[in-house]
């Protein structure tokens, strides 16, 4: 059946949206940790099509597997004990005949889906060049706590050169849960240690890590969108339980925020284009862990620009907003604040001072419609009345024709056009009919009010 012009519009539009993230994230360098329990699955070849996808866009790529259940599945099948301390596998010589089973199995399963070329699949051309060697240095984890863990190790360090070679070369890099000893030992590694470790030696742009679980979840089981390091803390140290596999990846993620990683997503498996998802939509489906502001609100510069115009156009279509030059907005960016989430403006507003009257002017207050309802507004609200404060303004206008409700729930009240400073007054338009309001504030000092030119402004 034949799509509709909607549903080609739709895809025309998500296609623009990815854009900015196309051009970012080309030439970046990735991490993207999964269990074992991925490969297992029958959806896997899915994810595989995802990953070469992120490939063919210029990705450079290091795939960090698992293969916790592999590897059960042999003990079972041989008798063998399966033990753990503190969440640690203790590898005796049968467990570890079985990890380089396991291990070796997974490896190959992955290398053939990444080698597939069938034509109508989203194969088709792929070309995926993958690689893996003896990438990783480890050194045993010893005896801890009485506790002998005999073929378990940590990592020492990862040749990260070798693997730029590989990257820059075109190649998919796979690493395995296995290290190797100068003195030709092999140990059986945690995959998200290896994952960390190679992260910070090659200093990628972004560590991804798949869970098994819905995700990063509140107490009411609602996705967290966003952490600091020092709130994933908080979480791992809660009273709350957590599934073993988002622990282990959260304090992963505190691990790599701290040693440098920029960004780390942790984004459920379950979900069908998971890590398209995350990777192409400014929201994404899951969890990001950073040390870097995602979204804040500052002072507008000449570089914000664009972004006003773009946000505040379709209020100005529906008469809501005065329309504003690009050279009008480029003379008064300095009376704008925004809201900027990953290098998108979401909302802004500006402050015009007039000098009678120790009043001002809140103009331009607007919302991308996407980020309404969640307090942007009154973030910027009050944003705007500190700015006032700081300038000696007791009283702040606002001038609407839509929104008046939104503002009397504020602490706007009603006033007339003559009640306008002098300068403000002359421009009133009284075509446009904009109700009045204004708010009295407190303020922080006085201080002499520079008189904006031009300043005729309306809000939403």
């Keep these: 059946m034949a799509r509709s012009r909607k549903e080609h519009a739709a895809h025309i539009q998500w296609f623009r949206d990815s854009a900015p993230y196309i051009h970012a994230h080309r030439g970046r360098t990735f991490v993207v940790v999964f269990g074992g329990e991925a490969v297992a699955d029958p959806a896997f070849p899915t994810l595989v099509h995802d990953i070469a996808l992120l490939h063919s866009l210029g990705v450079r790529l290091v795939l960090v597997h698992g293969a916790r259940p592999q590897i059960e599945r042999r003990l079972r099948e041989r008798g063998a004990r399966i033990r753990y301390v503190n969440g640690l596998r203790v590898t005796d010589a049968d467990a570890l005949a079985c990890v380089k089973e396991a291990a070796g199995s997974v490896r190959v399963e992955i290398e053939a889906l990444l080698s597939m070329g069938l034509a109508n699949t989203p194969m088709s051309g792929a070309r995926i060049r993958a690689t893996s060697g003896n990438f990783v240095v480890a050194r045993p984890l010893g005896v801890r706590e009485r506790t002998d863990y005999r073929h378990t190790g940590e990592v020492r360090r990862i040749d990260g050169e070798a693997i730029r070679r590989q990257l820059e070369g075109g190649a998919v890099v796979l690493l395995s849960p296995l290290g190797y000893s100068p003195t030709g030992e092999v140990f059986n590694l945690s995959a998200e240690d290896v994952a960390v470790a190679a992260a910070l030696a090659l200093r990628a742009d972004k560590l991804l890590g798949l869970v098994e679980a819905d995700g990063v979840l509140d107490g009411r089981r609602r996705l967290i969108p966003q952490l600091s390091p020092v709130d994933a803390e908080g979480l791992l140290r809660g009273r709350r339980r957590l ?16 040693g440098g990683v920029a960004r780390v997503h942790l984004v459920s498996r379950r979900v069908d284009g998971a890590l398209l998802l995350e990777l192409f939509t400014r929201d994404g489906v899951g969890t990001l862990i950073t040390s870097e502001p995602f979204e804040g609100l500052r002072a507008a510069t000449i570089e914000d620009v ?15 907003l005065v329309r504003r ?13 925004v809201v900027e989430r990953d290098g998108m403006i979401v909302a802004c507003a500006a402050l015009y001072p007039f000098p009678e009257g120790r009043g001002a002017e809140l103009a331009c207050l607007a919302v991308h419609p996407d980020y309404q309802r969640v307090g942007r507004g009154d973030a910027l609200l009050r944003h705007v009345e500190r700015r006032a404060a700081a300038l000696g303004i007791t009283r702040l206008f606002v001038l609407t024709t839509r929104t008046a409700h939104w503002f ?8 007339a056009p003559r009640e306008l400073s002098i300068r403000r007054r002359e421009l009133y338009n009284y075509q446009r009919n904009s109700k009045v309001f204004v708010k009295r504030i407190a303020p922080r000092q006085a201080g002499l009010i520079t008189t904006p030119s031009g300043s005729g402004a309306s809000t939403a």
Excluded: K, N, T, Y
């Excluded at 009397?408 to 006033?415: C, I, N, S, V």
């Design 306 to 320: 664009g972004g006003i115009l773009e946000l505040i156009a379709p209020l100005e279509a529906e008469g809501i």
């Design 408 to 415: 009397r729930e504020r602490g706007f009240e009603p006033a």
């Design 325 to 337: 030059s690009r050279e009008r907005l480029e003379m008064e960016i300095d009376r704008f604040s």
């Design 243 to 258: 599934p073993e596999d988002v622990a282990r990846q959260l304090a992963m993620a505190v691990h790599a925020c701290r």
